[in-house]
């Protein structure tokens, strides 16, 4: 091989190689490319340039590929090697290499390792860097105050007069030294014994502060009161006093005698007294030993236990009664078929949240069904016709029910006849939807079935709505039914009957 094509070989191998760090350090290329970007924002990047490391517990795991002005705010576009994985709550800072050294980003990783951040995510988390500008200010401005201190220090002290002075002061410092040493070099035990009991007397009042601040705060206040109140007041409770004291002197100098009396008057009944309290000891040593009625009653714990039996039936009794909540309402159903009015009224007695009773009335306008027939001869020829009709009559239900959840499960008098029925609350118990079923002994009809459905308007309004008599297919007896009512619990009515006066 000829030296010309050695060294073409050779100048090509340089071209390759230069080409590959081209690509490898420029921000275009296919080499460049590895990895993926992440951003982060910083007040300023000021020392930062591009091709900076990121690093993250300071092991390098990118570079920083671009700086951006967004805003007022610099924004770093960073280059990380492939899986290397940045937990989503980490902290991005601009830190030094030494105190002079480059800056580089250093990743502080986050605690939720379970996520981590996208390609083309932000680290949304950031410290701000160190000023060494600021920092260079604030020390330029320390030294101005300390090299004002020593100009003051010198202006006061640097003079003759200054000089004598700061002699003077330190001839009296030793002078206080040494009667301080010769006074401690006599009595060492002492001063033991009294830093020795302020120590005592320390515990002391620490514990008894810890323990009582709160009093003793009360305390002081409270003597400062009484001081205002006393220093205001003395003066004319001396007054009152002296006073007080002339006129004692002049009513004891004019009741001599009456007040001999009443002191030998007050002697005798002392001596009574005495004498109540030893036969009121008599009889309570009467009661301690059982005797009599009241020792029975105080000794015996037959009448404690029933008197406390007594007092718990009477609470039992109270707090059902509490709990027993009542409701009235009123419900008025338009029936298609007839083109009546069907109405409601219901006493509903609750005494415990999933339990509850029901009394009502019901005026029905197809109460009560009756059949007849009539023959009549035309021409000679009989004629039997058939009637039918419904009666206006008024029926009585009484039910029982129970809820289970949003389910209410009830049976007893319906309409005067056996029934029972179901109820499901939906929509936070505005609305109720149910099926009731009775009457199951008709003659040649199946069950009377009613499905309904009552959604709550307001509080006390509700409007209904359902098929009657589903099952009923002969007689036009099936109808499609509509109405509202209006309800009130025993506070509604405690409010209603409250507000109607009593007096005409």
Do not use: C
């Not at 300071?58 to 899986?83: C, D, F, H, S």
């Not at 009152?240 to 005798?268: C, F, T, W």
């Amino acid at each position: 091989m000829s030296r010309e094509a050695r060294v073409g070989i050779f100048v090509l191998l340089g071209l390759i190689v230069l080409t590959f760090f081209t690509f490898r350090v420029s921000k275009w290329g296919l080499i460049a490319e590895k990895g993926y970007r992440l951003t982060v924002d910083f007040d300023t990047a000021a020392g930062l340039e591009p091709k900076s490391d990121v690093k993250m517990a300071g092991v390098p795991i990118g570079k920083v590929e671009e700086i951006q002005l967004v805003g007022n705010r610099a924004r770093l576009v960073m280059r990380i090697r492939p899986g290397i994985r940045i937990p989503i709550d980490s902290v991005g800072s601009i830190q030094t290499q030494g105190l002079l050294g480059e800056k580089y980003v250093e990743i502080f990783p986050g605690k939720d390792a379970q996520r981590s951040l996208p390609a083309g995510g932000q680290v949304s988390n950031t410290l701000s860097p160190t000023n060494l500008d600021e920092i260079v200010r604030k020390l330029s401005a320390i030294g101005d105050d300390v090299k004002k201190f020593t100009e003051a220090l010198s202006s006061t002290f640097g003079t003759e007069e200054g000089k004598k002075a700061l002699t003077d002061i330190l001839r009296d410092f030793r002078a206080t030294a040494a009667t301080l040493r010769t006074v401690m070099q006599g009595n060492e035990q002492r001063f033991e014994r009294i830093v020795a009991n302020i120590d005592r007397l320390s515990a002391d009042l620490s514990d008894i502060s810890a323990a009582s601040k709160q009093d003793v705060r009360t305390t002081i206040a409270n003597l400062r009161v009484f001081s205002d109140t006393l220093k205001n007041e003395t003066p004319g409770l001396i007054a009152k006093l002296e006073e007080m004291s002339v006129r004692v002197s002049g009513v004891v100098g004019d009741n001599r005698e009456n007040l001999k009396a009443s002191i030998e008057n007050l002697k005798i009944a002392s001596a009574r007294l005495d004498n109540t309290l030893d036969a009121a000891g008599k009889v309570m040593a009467r009661i301690d030993r059982g005797e009599g009625t009241l020792g029975k009653l105080v000794n015996d714990n037959t009448a404690h236990v029933s008197l406390t039996d007594t007092l718990d039936g009477i609470n039992r009794y109270v707090r059902k009664t509490e709990q027993l909540k009542s409701f009235v309402d009123y419900r008025l159903e338009w029936q298609q078929g007839p083109s009546e009015f069907k109405h409601y009224v219901n006493l509903r007695l609750q005494p415990t949240a999933d339990k509850y009773y029901t009394i009502g009335v019901v005026d029905d306008p197809r109460g009560k069904f009756s059949s007849s027939t009539s023959t009549v001869t035309v021409n000679g020829t009989p004629t039997t016709y058939a009637e039918e009709k419904y009666d206006n009559k008024l029926t009585v239900s009484a039910l029982i029910a129970r809820k289970f959840s949003g389910l209410t499960v009830k049976g007893g008098v319906i309409e005067s006849t056996g029934g029972l029925g179901l109820d499901y609350e939906l929509l936070k118990n505005r609305l109720t939807v149910g099926a009731d079923a009775w009457d199951f002994s008709r003659k040649d009809l199946p069950p009377h079935l009613k499905l309904y459905g009552n959604y709550d308007i307001v509080k006390n309004l509700f409007v209904t709505g359902g098929v009657d008599d589903v099952l009923a297919t002969e007689r036009n007896l099936r109808t499609l039914f509509l109405g509202f009512g209006i309800k009130f619990a025993d506070e509604d009515l405690k409010t209603v009957l409250g507000a109607v006066p009593i007096k005409p």
